[in-house]
């Protein structure tokens, strides 16, 4: 089995520390899409009928370009760190609202825009991170384990929305 590990992800020395690092960030992203994502779904659906879905999406497919400008100009200004960071805080602080005023008509709709941007904006930030911190041969050989810790997130995402779902 390590042979095949060694084969299938040619690591070299410093690698495996960052591309464990990216990987484990992808993870608890996407799994925190799919566990909002379904949340999302059940709020608007509990408040709205099935057919209002598709402008919800639309409003998704408007706001989105607006949110990644303002964050590119944000980024240019700031530097990528402080964006990045800033991102993440924002889509924390966002969940926490929505925690807050669950029960609320307005917010299904809001909640639902909100985690269809943060599903676009938080996983590029994690490959523009890792487009950032390795060069070009580094990022051959550790996209593989970085896209597999993506992979795990969205299953183990999925597990945990069907956990909760049942509780």
């Known amino acids: 089995m390590f042979e095949f590990l060694k084969r299938a992800f040619p690591l070299q020395r410093g690698d495996l520390?960052?591309?464990?690092?990216?990987?484990?960030?992808?993870?608890?992203?996407?799994?925190?899409?799919?566990?909002?994502?379904?949340t999302r779904d059940a709020?608007?659906?509990?408040?709205f009928p099935a057919d209002m879905l598709p402008y919800a999406d639309i409003a998704v497919f408007l706001l989105v370009p607006l949110v990644v400008a303002g964050y590119i100009w944000i980024g240019e200004r700031t530097g990528l760190r402080r964006a990045l960071i800033g991102g993440l805080l924002l889509s924390g602080l966002g969940a926490l609202v929505a925690a807050a005023f669950a029960d609320s008509t307005w917010l299904s709709s809001v909640f639902y825009v909100w985690v269809g941007i943060f599903g676009v904006l938080a996983p590029a930030q994690g490959w523009t991170l890792a487009n950032?911190?390795?060069?070009?041969?580094?990022?051959?050989?550790?996209?593989?384990?970085v896209a597999t810790g993506a992979t795990a997130g969205g299953t183990f995402g999925a597990l945990l929305s069907r956990v909760l779902s049942e509780a």
């Open 17 to 38: 520390s960052r591309g464990v690092l990216l990987a484990v960030y992808l993870f608890f992203v996407i799994s925190a899409y799919l566990v909002a994502g379904i």
């Open 43 to 47: 709020l608007f659906l509990a408040q």
């Open 132 to 145: 950032y911190v390795l060069a070009p041969r580094e990022a051959k050989r550790v996209f593989g384990v």
